[in-house]
Every structure is written in C-alpha cells, then in structure tokens.
Nanobody, 123 residues
C-alpha cells in the first residue's frame, strides 16, 4: 500500500507560481510512476503530467508543457509539480497518483491517489 498526500496549493495571481508536493508513505515509492491530474469544477479530470519511478522520464499535457515541471526526490519519497506562468484556466483540484510500471496519461492505470489540493488562479 502507498499513501499519498498533496500539499502546496493555494491562491495565486495569474502569471505567478506554485509548487505542489506529493509525499508518499508505505511501500517504497521509488518503485512507482507518479502522475498529476486535475479536475476543475464541473469538468472531467484531466492528466497534467507524470514522472517515471527513477525520474528519468517525464511527460506533460500540451496545455501545461513549457510551464509545468515534474521532479522527484526518492530519498524524501516526494514528487513535485512546479507550476509557473499560471493561468486562470489552471484553477482546479490537483491530485497525485501512483502506479506500478510506467507513466500513463490514463487515470485508470493508477492504483493509489491522494486527497487533492486546491489551486486557484485569479485574473
């Protein structure tokens, strides 16, 4: 079992930055790929990006490419989502999720989920 806890959300003005953290506990988190997803009010959950277990590979949704960066520190069992140049349309609840094997953009491949953290970007 892996438990995930997100933190770092909040209110920021457009153009600003936030860094979200996803802290893992339980089984060795370095064995799991981690994805970030978000869900805006009234919309379906969407893939934001993901990182492989050893951090060598990342992938991003087109909507955040060049603005968001995912990294991980396996010694701290933590994955980060650095969000720059934030836009009002980035407003959502952000979730991290973990899965065995590689990164997937599909939410159905993830076994473990955090509770989410709210990010609100004001215009």
């Amino acid at each position: 079992q892996v438990q995930l806890v997100e933190s770092g959300g909040g209110l920021v003005q457009a153009g600003g930055s936030l860094r979200l953290s996803c802290a893992a506990s339980g089984r060795t988190s370095s064995s799991y790929a981690t994805g970030w997803f978000r869900q805006a009010s009234g919309k379906e959950q969407e893939f934001v990006g993901g990182i492989s277990p050893n951090g060598a590979y990342t992938m991003y949704a087109d909507s955040v490419k060049g603005r968001f960066t995912i990294s991980r520190d396996n010694a701290k069992n933590t994955v980060y989502l650095q969000m720059n140049s934030l836009k009002p349309e980035d407003t959502a609840v952000y979730y991290c999720a973990a899965r065995v094997a590689g990164v997937s953009a599909s939410r159905f491949g993830y076994n473990y989920w955090g509770q989410g953290t709210q990010v609100t970007v004001s215009s």
